[in-house]
Structures are given as C-alpha cells and as structure tokens.
C-alpha cells in the first residue's frame, strides 16, 4: 500500500520508500531493499545537509544509496552531484562507522575534478588522524579520485604511509602508489627509498605490496630488476604471494637474460628450490614458469613431478591448474608429460568437466601411435558426458592427433563420422565438418572415405549452411577422385529432397561433377 | 616459445555474491572488460548458469569462461565468484575467495545466506573493499578482513589489532541497525 512522502518525512524512524510494483516475482520475498526507489532515497539523501546528523540514519540512507548503485541504477549527472554534494557534509560526523561508508560512497561516485576540491581538506585531514583505520582508508579514496597537481601536495604524507609502522596504512599507500604510477610516474618514482624500506618490512603483505611497487617503477631497467631478484632470493620472503612475485620477477630475469648457458643459472636454483616450498601456490607459480621456460629436460623433470603430484589432490582447484599446465607442456614437450598419462586417464572421469577435458586433450597430445586406438574407444564414452563448448575442443585435439599421426586416420576418421551422427549443436558439427575436410586435405589416403562420410552426413543434416558447404566442396574434390560416381546419387537425392537453398547447391555440385568427368558426360 | 611480456601483480578481474538464482546480492568489477550494466549481467548471468548444476560446496570449485578463470564457492543459498585472467594463479585466486567466503560467514556470524547478507550490505560491500583495490589484492586473511570492516564499524581509535573479532562485531551490531526498513 503506498505511503505518501510528506507524511513520512515527518518522521525519520517511519520513512519508507514510494512502494514501486517490482517487476521480478522472487522480490516478493522478504528484502530490505523491497520497492526500493531511486527518486525517494535521493530525497531521503537531502537529510545529509541537516546540522544535526543522525549517524544511524545516514548509514541507512548510504547503504540504500550504495544497493541502487550496486543493482546498476543509473544517477544522471545533476542526481550524482548532489548525492556527492550531500555525502561531503557527512564528515560533519564524528561516527566511525558513517566515515567509512562515506569513503565507499565518495569511490563509487567517482566525482570530477571540478568537484572533488570538496573533500579534499577533509580527506587529508584524516589521512593524518590518529585514527588507524581512517589513514589508510582516506589515503586509498584520496589516491582515487586526485590528480598530479594535488599528488605533490600529499606526497610527503604518502611517503609517510608508506613506512606507517601500521601495515594496513602501509599497504594502502602502497597500492594506491602502484594505481598512481599510471599516470604520474615521476612522481612515484621519487618514492623508492621508501618503497625499498617496505619491501623489507616484517609485515607479511606489506613487503608484497612494496615488492610490486619496486618492480613496476624498475621494470624497464633490467639491471635493477635483476638486482632486486638477486637480493631478495637471498633474503627473507615473509608471504606466499610476495614468494610469488620473486618468483614471476626471476623468471623475467632469466628470459631476459644474454646468458644462454643452462649451467650458469643462479637464479634458476631458486626456482627450483621453490617446488619445495610449503605453501602450493608458490609451489605451482614455480612448476609452471620452469615449464614455460626453455630449459633441458632434466631441469623440467622436478616441475613435471610436482605437477603430477597435484593431478591427484582433492582439490579441484589444484586438479585443474595443474592438468592445465600440463596440457600446454604436452604441445611442445609431449614426451615430458607421458609420464603423467595414467593419472590423467582416471582424470576423464573427473566431476569438473573442465578438468576432464583437459586430460583427455592432454593424453591426445601425449599419445603415441601405439595409444591412439585406445584413446579413440575411451573418448567415445566420454564425448557423450560433455556438452558442446568441451566437445568442440576434443574434436580439435583428435584433429591435431590424426594429422601427427597421419597412418591412424581410419579409426578416427570413423569417430568423426560417428560423432557426426550424434546429437548436437551448429557449432559442434560445423567443427567436426571442418576437422574432416582438413585431414582430407591433409592425408590423401583419407580422402575418399572422408568424402564418403560426408556424403552420409548431408542426407541428415540438419543445418542448411553445412549441407551446401559439404556439397560445394564435393563439387570441387568429387571430380578428382578415382571413382566419382560414387558421390552422385548423394547429391542427386539433395537435389530432389532439400530445402531450395541445399539443392541450388546441389545442382551447382553435380554440374561441376558433369563438366570436369568425362565419363559422366551425357 | 616464450614472450618476453613483463611479470606482472596477481589482479582480480570482479568479485561477485549472487543469490541462488543469480541475482546480484554484492558485485564489484575491477576491469574495464565489462564497461557498462548490460554486459555485467550477461558475464553474471553466463557465469551462474555454468556452474549451477556443479557441487562447490565441500570444496572450491574452478571453471573457465570467455578466456577466464573463475573460482567459487557456494554457501546455503549465497553463490561466490572470483574471477581473473586466464594466466593468473589459481591458487592465489582461490586464496582470495576463501578469504571472501569465509570473511563474510564471520561477519554474518555464520548466518550466511541472502536475507542476512542483505541485511547487512554495509558489512558486505566494506568487506570486498577491504579485500581488492583497483583490482590488486590488499588482504586475503578472513580474520584480518573481518577485523578491519569490525573496527571501522566499531569505533576506530581502537587498533584493530587490539580488538577480538567477536568483541568488534559486537560493537558493530550495536551501531548498525539490523534491519534497514526501521
């Protein structure tokens, strides 16, 4: 039942917004939000300007504010500037509870810079508090919305920050440092004996943040870089993720570095040393740029061990990093990952199906000649499990598989036919149609029986665009086999029986068959 | 063949916290890849119908989609998403969303499910704040996460670390009310 606005204005406590009928059904449950209205929290907002602040009140009103924004309701210009407007007298407020949704509101409307000299006095006002929370808070939303003008201004407190012996203020000015180096580097820049200073705090996440700021102010000095690796390889990592980030920046250094000699690798231990670390994914950051890189097989051994290992942990996520990792080795290094091929045979059976596709186009490049029957029995039953997005990916791996081991394209070439009969979507036939016409092309042994397929497919074939491709490429291949005849009662009976689209194809097809076939020419 | 591209800092591309019919309860992006409305709720929309019939309860579950990776986790009736770029670590995104998951259970005080949450959005939307700024991760421990939401909401001139995670919630309850429709 709706309520008049005036009347509730009256009294706070009792406000409620204009009911609005909601289009979604589900909303009939119980929400706080129900028959929330844009148009009455704005007003609801003008409560924001009033000398005396009920800072319970405008935490209400904030969060309406924010769930709106949240839901992806628009605020015209005028709508957004005055919320800001009235937003800003909120530090009139004292509560510590209201200043922290004022600084969430003040990021979420991201105000111009015509606006923003509002809330800047009071911003660095907190950002100098004794209030922990407020500093690092108020250095994050300043950093936001500022430019380089007033980035000199506070820099000196930044720098502060920075070495905050409070590490929730230091990690603020830290990122909010790496956030500014887009468009101010000079100025970062000049931060890095700081930086440096926190990049050996003992607080865990305090030395990542500077970690990463150091490096993205140095990473076009390879020097430097190689000399930040160098030092903190040596010296204390205090968190997995700046372990993390060693590990990405020494990877660099080894790529980058003119020393090709695989036995001259300092660095390269370190990594090494890291497939031992307690934490996973440390250990996995490690295993997968040592398989990235070009190293010899025996210096792949260990990460591959590693990653094998991670094939049979319990958790999904590890499963699935680690068949992926393996999956891109077995591109260029087949030979490395067969080690792995019994743990990932039982992985096709995996619940994610993620996972289980993954294996199963790892063991496709894996295979050898000798596998390849086998594999092909094993897919079948796995294909039909899977839904089309996986199957277009299988089909691709058996594609690359046939053309490595042109000899076996019988058997796959009849597991193409066959998937071709099974159900499934345009994509996924037009990916099977494109993988056969390619080992026809390929594999000239294949391409009469591949042809044949073909043929068998278009007298069921669902989609119009398939069935006219298929019939101009047997127009153009057809002629040139030993037999072409063979091919002409299917395209006749397209021509008698299909939509008019599939037999102007079909007749363009058999004239072509007439002109280039001399023994057809009646 | 390797590419000399520049190492870079693990970044999170969204976190989203939708309902069991994937409805948006809290969502934040941190990419341009979604520029407006529109395509936010057809990634959503993708995203949920993907992994609904899946079991991401017991464990996190991980899936791939337009080129990301996105692992999550789902609580009664509550569906948690991180999502990242396709060459991140997964265990680095996984430790985000235990962090979220389980900062949020600690801040609804186990009550995890729609109505709470939304009870209590303040909590939530602080929450994911406290976790990811422009996209770099700030803090993944659920302990310090809630810590640092409870002591904002508490009264901050206390250092969060001096304060008990149970005493800062409580402190926190008092001062937001429970139900937005008083």
Redesign the interface.
């Known amino acids: 039942m709706p309520r008049s606005l005036a009347g509730d204005l009256t009294d706070p ?1 009792m406000a ?1 917004p204009y009911m609005k009928k909601d289009d ?1 059904d ?1 909303d009939i449950e ?4 129900f028959g929330i209205e844009k148009g009455a929290v704005l007003q609801e907002a003008r409560a924001f300007h009033d000398p005396q602040l009920d800072a ?1 009140r405008c ?2 009103v ?3 504010l ?2 709106l924004i ?3 309701e ?1 605020f015209t210009k005028v709508e957004a500037t005055e919320v800001f407007f009235a937003v800003t007298k909120l530090f009139q407020s004292n ?3 209201l ?3 004022v600084y ?1 509101m003040i ?1 979420e409307l991201s105000p111009s810079s015509d606006e923003v000299f509002i809330v800047t006095s009071s911003l660095m006002k907190d950002m100098n508090s ?5 500093r690092a ?1 108020a250095i ?1 939303v300043l950093c ?1 919305i500022i430019d380089g003008n007033l980035l000199t201004q506070i820099e000196r407190y930044l720098k502060q920050a920075i070495v905050d012996k ?1 590490p ?1 203020v230091a ?2 000015a830290l ?2 440092g ?2 500014l180096l887009q468009a101010n580097p000079e100025i970062v820049k000049r931060w890095s004996n700081e930086v440096q200073e926190a990049v050996q705090s003992r607080a865990a ?1 305090v030395q990542f ?1 500077g970690l ?1 700021l150091l ?2 102010t140095r ?1 076009n000095d390879r020097l430097a870089v190689s000399k930040l690796v160098s030092s903190l390889t040596r010296g204390s990592v205090r968190s997995p ?1 700046a372990q ?2 060693l590990i ?2 020494t ?2 250094v080894i ?2 570095s003119s020393n090709t000699q695989s036995g001259d690798r300092p660095f390269f231990d370190y990594l090494e040393s890291c497939l031992r670390h307690k934490a ?2 440390v250990i ?2 490690a295993a ?1 740029k040592i398989t ?3 190293v010899t097989s025996r210096e792949l051994a260990p990460a591959i061990t590693v990653l094998q290992l991670f094939l049979s942990s ?5 499963r ?2 680690a068949v ?1 990792t393996l999956n891109k080795v077995a591109i260029t290094r087949p030979l490395a990952v067969t080690n792995c091929n019994v743990d990932l045979e039982s992985l096709m059976s995996d ?2 199906r ?1 996972i289980a596709t993954l294996a199963i186009t790892t063991l496709l490049k894996t295979g050898n000649e000798s596998s390849v029957d086998r594999l092909m029995k094993q897919i079948t039953s796995f294909m039909s499990d899977i839904s089309d997005e996986f199957k277009i990916v299988v089909i691709e791996a058996i594609r690359s598989l046939c053309l490595k081991f042109p000899l076996k394209y019988r058997s796959m070439m009849i597991f193409l036919s066959n998937s071709l009969r099974e159900e499934g979507g345009f994509e996924y036939k037009k990916a099977i149609v494109d993988s056969i016409v390619t080992l026809i092309g390929a594999i000239p042994d294949a391409k009469e029986i591949g042809l044949l397929h073909l043929c068998e497919f278009i007298e069921d074939c669902e989609f119009t665009y398939l069935s006219s491709q298929i019939l101009h490429f047997l127009g153009n291949e057809g002629p040139r086999t030993s037999d072409p005849s063979r091919y002409i009662r299917y395209i006749y009976n397209r021509v008698i029986l299909e939509n008019p689209t599939v037999r102007a194809s079909a007749v363009s097809t058999l004239a072509k068959f007439g002109a280039l076939v001399d023994e057809l020419k009646v | 063949v390797p590419s000399f591209t520049v190492e870079s800092c693990p970044s999170v591309k969204n976190i989203l916290l939708l309902d069991s019919e994937g409805k948006r309860v809290a969502v934040k992006y941190f990419s341009d890849d979604w520029p407006n409305n529109a395509s936010r709720l057809t990634f959503e929309k993708s995203i949920f119908t993907k992994t609904l019939k899946t079991n991401a309860r017991s464990e996190a579950e991980i899936t791939l989609l337009d080129g990301y990776i996105i692992v999550y986790k789902f609580v009664q009736d509550l569906h948690f998403f991180v999502t990242a770029g396709d060459d991140e670590n997964e265990l680095i995104i996984a430790n985000v969303l235990q962090g979220f998951a389980d900062s949020v259970g600690l801040l609804l005080r186990g009550d995890v499910e729609k109505r709470t949450a939304l009870e209590n959005l303040d909590l939530i939307l602080l929450c994911i704040d406290e976790i990811i700024d422009g996209g770099i991760i700030l803090e993944t421990d659920a302990n310090t996460i809630a810590g640092k939401v409870a002591t904002n909401a508490a009264d901050g001139s206390v250092p969060f670390s001096e304060q008990t995670i149970s005493q800062a919630l409580a402190t926190a309850r008092e001062h937001f009310a429970r139900s937005l429709l008083k």
């Open positions: 406590e409620q979604d589900s119980y929400s706080p939000f319970r935490s209400q904030i969060t309406k924010l769930y949240n839901q992806g628009s509560d510590a509870g200043r922290r949704l969430l990021k004794k209030t922990d929370m407020y808070n994050r936001r409070n929730v990690s603020a990122v909010s790496i956030h996440l943040h990463a490096h993205q990473q993720l993390c980030l990405r920046y990877s660099q790529r980058e996973e994914m996995l950051e997968r990235e890189m070009d319990s958790k999904p996520v590890l699935f990093a992926r619940q994610n993620s």
